[in-house]
């Protein structure tokens, strides 16, 4: 059997750094840029505009709330102070459930159960 044939590449510093500025990422235009220093190297660190954060985090609450996906945003904002309520009463009901339980116990292990 004939043994597979090997190339040795060679990679010049110009191909190199040719093959850097391929590999970055582009930053999107909407993206404030800040560049930190940091032992001689610099690293670019995109910060989000503020539309883009609101939207994110409209994207968040529209797949926290049930039905939120096809909701527009008033109307958003009002089902999720629907669900908010409707989960204090859960809450609400679930702690008076545990206190009713509660006293169960103690009643039993009172009355030698």
Do not use: W
Request: hydrophobic share 35%.
């Amino acid at each position: 059997m004939d043994k597979p044939q090997f190339q040795t590449l060679n990679l010049t510093t110009a191909s190199r750094q040719k093959h850097r500025r391929r590999s970055r990422r582009k930053v999107p235009a909407t993206c404030n840029v800040k560049k930190i220093h940091r032992n001689g190297a610099v690293f670019a660190l995109e910060e989000p505009d503020e539309k883009e954060v609101v939207e994110r985090k409209i994207r968040a609450l529209q797949s926290i709330v049930p039905g939120g996906e096809s909701l527009g945003v008033d109307k958003l904002f009002e089902q999720t102070a629907e669900y908010i309520m409707n989960l204090q009463h859960q809450v609400k009901a679930m702690r008076a459930l545990s206190s009713f339980f509660e006293s169960l116990e103690k009643e039993k292990s009172e009355c030698g159960g």
